[in-house]
Structure formats: structure tokens, C-alpha cells
């Protein structure tokens, strides 16, 4: 979905005796950005605090720079991928689903319907977890979007997993995990705007940027623009304090080392040093001001 370029490929992958395969989205990187490496970046970040997430590898295609992102079905036979847009539309007809942006698509919302129409957690979450509801870790996503100024949280960038696992049996539905974070950590700038916002200094020009962000959520359906990823995640921490608590706990493992780490691991030739000071800067920045919402 969604108007970048893309296609599916199929890797084979031995296990022992087995011969497995698997399904990955190739996506290229548009030239001048960084939508390959903020991808990986995200994946890597969310591992870190154990948020259930797509896995993501820096790719080349016939020369064409990118990333490829595995499929979160496990079962392309039996799984099917059901978008937030008809999730929302199947709890209310009048939801505007084909509609890009609608303003009724809220926190508040979302978090009802994953909640009404009786979602689980995502598959990975082992059992005895503190959360029990899809809604409670939909505000772990919404923290790490938070994070990575994440810019694309729009109502088919969340789904949920649906199987049949008899025939004639009830469908077992499941949040899905997170994907497509590749409108993030500054990826749209080109390289010499980012050494320019560096000059500038991070209090002037740094900030200005970290505060431009909209998530695509609203917090009600009045408004004109959505809000911010901070904003997001402090509208769903409202309503599910313990949930923004335990997430919040996992994000102090997101320490200024492993920030360093993580960029050091981005090869040079994706991302050059001032990029990689920039974007340190941008998830320290965002980090703070999570760590200071209250509940």
C-alpha cells in the first residue's frame, strides 16, 4: 500500500533440515534521504525496549539502495493483514476509511475499538505480561513514535492479524506489530540541512524541528491538524496510565550509549557522521521529553 516504491520477494532460509521461506517487502530509498536507515533504526530501537516489531535489514536491489522488511504474517495461508481504516470502519459504518487523513481518526478511538472489538496482544507477547489488552500496548507504539518522531502513524500504517484457525471456528485476532517507520528521525532532510541545523545549534534550529512533528492521530475529531507524537502518546498515557508507566520503565534502556552504538552500526556510506550527530540529538531531545510526561 501507500505510493512508494516497493515489491515483495521470497528468501529462502535453511534451518537444519529444513528448507523455509519467507516473505520481505523490498523498499527503496528515495535519493537525498534516509528512509532505509531510519527504518533499521526503529527496528533496532524497538528491540531494545522488547516492543513487538517488523524486522528490518538494509538492503541493495540491482543497485537501488533500501531496506527490506520482513512480512509480521506468520502464515500467509491462513493470516490475513486487517488495517486500522477497517478495523475502525467495522465498529462504526459512518468511520471515513477510504479517506487519507480523517480527523476521527483519535487516540481515543482507537484505543475504544481495539478494546470493543476484543483484539489481543501481539502474538510475541509471552503469557503472564503485565498487559493484557491490545489498547495498552497500541500506547507502547504510540511512545516509540514518540521517540523517533515518527510522522506516518496514519490509519492503515497499524493493523491487526486475523487467522482462521478451524474451519467454521472463531477467528482468533491479534494486534499486529509495529511497521513502516521509515517517515522518521529526520529521514525527509537532506545532509547539508542537517549540518546546517547542527551550526545552528541544537536549542534553536534542533528544537524547531523536533517540535514540527504530526503523528497522524487527532485528539478530537474538531481538530484541523493531527497532533504531535509526543502529544499522541500523552492522550493514550491518560487513559491507560499503567501501560505508559511500563513502557516508559523500558525506555531507560535507551541510554545515550546505546544511541551511539546504534547509529556506529549504520554504515557510512547510508549515513554520514553529521547525520548521525543530528538524529543522536533528535532521539535524545525526544527521549527527555517522554521521560518527563506525567501521569
Not at 73 to 79: F, I, K, N, V
Not at 103 to 125: A, F, K
Not at 152 to 167: G, K, P, S
Amino acid at each position: 500500500m501507500g505510493t512508494k516504491r516497493k515489491h515483495w520477494l521470497v528468501r529462502e532460509e535453511i534451518q537444519g533440515s529444513q528448507r523455509l521461506y519467507s516473505h520481505w517487502l523490498f523498499k527503496y530509498s528515495q535519493d537525498g534521504t534516509g528512509q532505509d536507515w531510519a527504518e533499521k533504526l526503529a527496528c533496532e530501537l524497538a528491540g531494545t525496549i522488547n516492543m513487538p516489531h517488523a524486522q528490518v535489514e538494509l538492503a541493495v536491489y540491482q543497485g537501488h539502495r533500501g531496506c527490506i522488511v520482513k512480512s509480521v504474517l506468520t502464515s500467509h495461508a491462513r493470516d490475513v493483514l486487517v488495517h486500522g481504516n477497517e478495523l475502525l470502519w467495522e465498529l462504526d459504518p459512518t468511520y471515513e476509511k477510504d479517506k487519507r487523513s480523517p480527523s476521527t481518526h483519535t487516540v481515543d478511538r482507537v484505543l475504544v475499538t481495539l478494546d470493543e472489538t476484543r483484539i489481543s496482544p501481539p502474538r510475541s507477547v509471552p503469557a503472564g505480561s503485565l498487559l493484557v489488552r491490545a489498547s495498552e500496548w497500541f500506547v507502547g507504539y504510540l511512545m516509540l513514535d514518540a521517540l523517533i518522531g515518527n510522522t506516518d502513524r496514519h490509519h492503515e500504517n497499524w493493523a491487526i492479524i486475523q487467522r482462521q484457525t478451524e474451519l467454521d471456528s472463531e477467528q482468533e485476532r491479534t494486534l499486529a506489530p509495529t511497521f513502516d517507520h521509515g517517515s522518521s528521525l529526520s529521514r525527509e532532510l537532506r545532509v547539508e540541512e542537517r549540518e546546517w541545523r547542527l551550526r545552528e545549534g541544537w536549542a534553536n534550529a534542533g528544537v524547531v524541528y523536533a517540535n514540527r512533528a504530526r503523528s497522524g492521530l487527532y485528539e478530537s475529531h474538531m481538530d484541523k491538524r493531527p497532533v504531535h507524537p509526543l502529544k499522541a502518546f500523552q492522550l493514550a498515557a491518560q487513559q491507560r496510565p499503567d501501560a505508559a508507566r511500563f513502557f516508559i520503565d523500558r525506555l531507560k534502556m535507551v541510554t545515550d550509549t546505546l544511541i551511539d552504538e546504534l547509529l556506529e552500526r549504520i554504515p557510512e556510506e547510508r549515513m554520514n557522521e553529521g547525520s548521525k550527530s543530528f538524529v543522536a540529538l533528535l532521539m535524545r531531545h525526544n527521549r527527555t521529553q517522554i521521560l518527563e510526561v506525567r501521569l
